[in-house]
Every structure is written in C-alpha cells, then in structure tokens.
C-alpha cells in the first residue's frame, strides 16, 4: 500500500472517531425532542402530511432488499435528488445548535438541504441523516412536499467522490415533536440507510410546526 493511500485511511479513521456513536446522537436528539424548529406555515394550503399506509410497518423496517449493494466508505454528500417530488438541491453539512438540536440550513435559500455530519455519509453503513426546510417566509421550501413520498419511491444522494447513493424509501411518517422516537428513527440498522427530515403536523403561530415528516430509505443502488 502507497504512502498516499495509507494517508488516506488514516485521515478517514480520524474522520470517524470523530463522529459521536449513534447512541450518544439519539440521546441528545431525544433530549431535544425533535430535528427541524424553522418554518412559516403562512400559506392557505399546507403541506403534504404522510398517508397511513405510508407508515412503515416492522416488516419493512427490518427486511432489507434481497440484493442490497455494499455499503461505501466516507465521502460528504454534495446533492440530493427527488424525482416523485421535483427535488434537485445542494447539500451543506449541518451539525447540532446551541441548545442540542439538529442545525437546518440557512432558511433564506430555499433550494437547499443539510447533510448532519454527526452521522455517517451517506451510502455509509448506519443511518445518514439530510434535513431541510418546508417552507420560509416567501414560500414552499425544499423538503414541501416531503410528505407526499410513497413507498418504493427514491432518493438519490451525489457524493463527493464521484458516486450516487439511492436509497428506496420504506416509510414516510409524520412524529409530534413533544413525542419523537429518537431511537427509531436515528439508531443503526446494521446496513446503509437514509433518513430525510423535514417540519410537518400541525401549525401554530406561536409555536411553529409541532411535528417532523421522516422519510425512511434504505440503500438500493450505487452509480
């Protein structure tokens, strides 16, 4: 092995030490009771809420693809891409707040989504985490019609080295805030899997949107 190449993997393995367990993530999301805070809700039609039979059932959730392709090394996510609702947006890393809440993007770009660093990449084995806003203050944001998502529909996730992760989705369920399942939705299950975040529920002036549209994928494909 070249000089280069060992620098490589040396410089991914400090790239995952320094990436908190899963454990650790899903108690401080917990805490924090939910991902997303932001969103307007000021317009006449609301977003799209998941239907009940898009929740995933425990079958869904445990069965992975008969042929599930291997799981890749690190690489940041650049792009995400949802062809049953018309998203092509960049992606920015995001970490936590201040108070422990998962960060979202600039609100004031409403074309693009976060790739929480806290998790693994994308296309890694475990659960990759990419948030977005549902609408701002001038509209419809990246992550609106998240809620409309069926079973069997994909996400496409562009890597930074080159490489396209689709994820085919198994569940779309919307979680009040005050209530979120913390270990559900985030924890490891033992392949690579996806999961897109985004406000939903119901909304109030006062207190914004009170739940979380989830999107729950699991890796498909590698390009």
Known sequence: MSASELSELAEEEERRRKRAPWGVIALVLLTGLALIRNGSGEFDVGPPQPASAAAADSRSAQGGLARAPEPLAFSMA?????????????????GLDA????????????????????????????T????GHVDNKQG????????????GNRVEVHRQDGKTAVF?????????KSDFPGDRVYASKG????????????????????????VFARLAEVR
């Open 191 to 214: 392949a690579a899997e996806l999961r897109v975040i985004t406000c939903g529920g119901g909304f109030s002036k006062k207190n914004g949107y009170d739940g979380n549209v989830v």
């Open 168 to 176: 085919e989705i198994y569940g779309v369920e919307v979680f009040a």
């Open 140 to 151: 419809p944001a990246v992550f609106y019609g998240l809620g409309a998502l069926k079973k």
């Open 99 to 126: 108070d422990g809440w998962v960060d979202a993007p600039p609100p004031e770009d409403p074309n693009l989504a976060g790739w929480f660093t806290g998790a693994v990449s994308p296309g890694e084995k475990g």
């Open 128 to 131: 990759a985490v990419i948030v």
């Open 78 to 94: 650049d792009r995400v891409r949802i062809p049953a609702i018309s998203v092509d947006a960049p992606v920015t890393p995001v």
